[in-house]
């Protein structure tokens, strides 16, 4: 698919099929913009963590409701997310409800201009050891094309790998450092940790061209 500009951002409408009601889902995703596209604010909740969106439009109009009830659960969930309430002329909603409230009608150029700025920049923390780039902050990294966001404790996990590219670190050396413990009995939580590192930042997981597995010993970083 062709874009007029890359734009590494994913973005989640929360959208209805009401066809009274305009759609911005695929204007967005013509202008370069990762879309995902849930019916309703449950099934956002459910897939958030999963999506990792950058930042989340909710259609209210489309959903026939003021969708106040679905950005306040939605920020519970994640305090940091930027949201973008969209709502229908005649509705009375207070704009603190999200960051930004758009009052239908508007072009899908006005919704694009209003999510740009809200969109992460580079934070201030920056990790950049070959084609990782991990941003400490906003707890995203990125890696040939690809875009993903981190739990905290992923975050420390692959910056502790970054500190020591090429090197072998031993397993309960770097259970101990991320956990914070020295109880080092059971460290197959960092197998399966690892195995979501390698989801967010290999083209193939399965076949890991960066984060190696050195048998009996611990894992080792290459780029």
Not at 29 to 39: P, R, T
Not at 112 to 128: E, Q, S, Y
Request: net charge positive; proline share 6%.
């Amino acid at each position: 698919m062709a874009h007029s500009q890359p734009i590494d951002a994913t973005i989640l409408i929360i959208e209805g099929k009401h066809a009274d009601f305009p759609s911005f889902a695929a204007p967005l995703q013509k202008k370069g913009f990762d879309v995902e596209i849930v019916q309703s604010g449950s099934q956002a909740a459910a897939q958030l963590k999963d999506i990792a969106p950058d930042l989340l439009v909710v259609n209210a109009a489309s959903l026939r409701s003021s969708g106040v009830r679905i950005c306040q659960s939605l920020r519970e969930q994640d305090s940091k997310l930027p949201i973008i309430l969209i709502v229908a002329p005649e509705k009375k909603v207070n704009k603190s409800a999200a960051d930004v409230v758009l009052w239908l009608p508007f072009t899908a150029q006005k919704l694009a201009n209003r999510i740009k700025p809200l969109l992460p920049g580079d934070g201030k923390n920056i990790v950049h050891v070959g084609p990782i780039r991990l941003d400490t902050e906003r707890r995203r990294v990125r890696c040939l094309g690809k875009n993903a966001r981190l739990t905290p404790r992923l975050v420390t996990l692959l910056n502790s790998l970054l500190e020591h590219p090429g090197e072998v670190i031993e397993r309960e050396a770097l259970f101990k450092k991320v956990w914070e413990t020295d109880y080092t009995g059971d460290t197959r939580t960092l197998d399966v940790h690892i195995s979501w590192l390698r989801k967010a930042i290999e083209l193939e997981p399965a076949q890991p061209k960066f984060l190696k597995t050195i048998r009996g010993v611990g894992y080792r970083l290459d780029v």
